[in-house]
Nanobody, 127 residues
Framework: QVQLVESGGGLVQAGGSLRLSCAAS????????MGWFRQAPGKERLFVAG????????DYADSVKGRFTISRDNAKNATYLQMSNLKPEDTAVYYC????????????????????WGQGTQVTVSS
């Protein structure tokens, strides 16, 4: 089982940057696929970025490609989301999620495909 805690959210002006962190406790972090999602008020939780357990394959939502970067440090049991050139429409609560990787690693993009979730961290981008 994995427990996840996000940090690094805050208020930033449009064009600015933030780095979100997700610290994982529990065993076997390196065997988990990781994902970042976000949820704006009144809207569904949406995929932002994901990585397979080994980190060798990454994917992003079209809305953040070229601006956001997901990374992970298995030695530190952590995953990160570097966000640059932030826009007001990026305002949301950001969640990290984990899922036990399958025999064949694959990028998960749906909330139902993840087993564990953090509590979320608020990101607010002012115009």
């Amino acid at each position: 089982q994995v427990q996840l805690v996000e940090s690094g959210g805050g208020l930033v002006q449009a064009g600015g940057s933030l780095r979100l962190s997700c610290a994982a406790s529990g065993r076997g972090f390196s065997t988990y696929a990781m994902g970042w999602f976000r949820q704006a008020p009144g809207k569904e939780r949406l995929f932002v970025a994901g990585s397979i357990a080994g980190g060798g394959k990454l994917d992003y939502a079209d809305s953040v490609k070229g601006r956001f970067t997901i990374s992970r440090d298995n030695a530190k049991n952590a995953t990160y989301l570097q966000m640059s050139n932030l826009k007001p429409e990026d305002t949301a609560v950001y969640y990290c999620a984990a899922a036990a990787e399958g025999v064949i690693p694959w990028i998960r993009r749906r909330t139902a495909e993840f087993d564990y979730w953090g509590q979320g961290t608020q990101v607010t981008v002012s115009s």
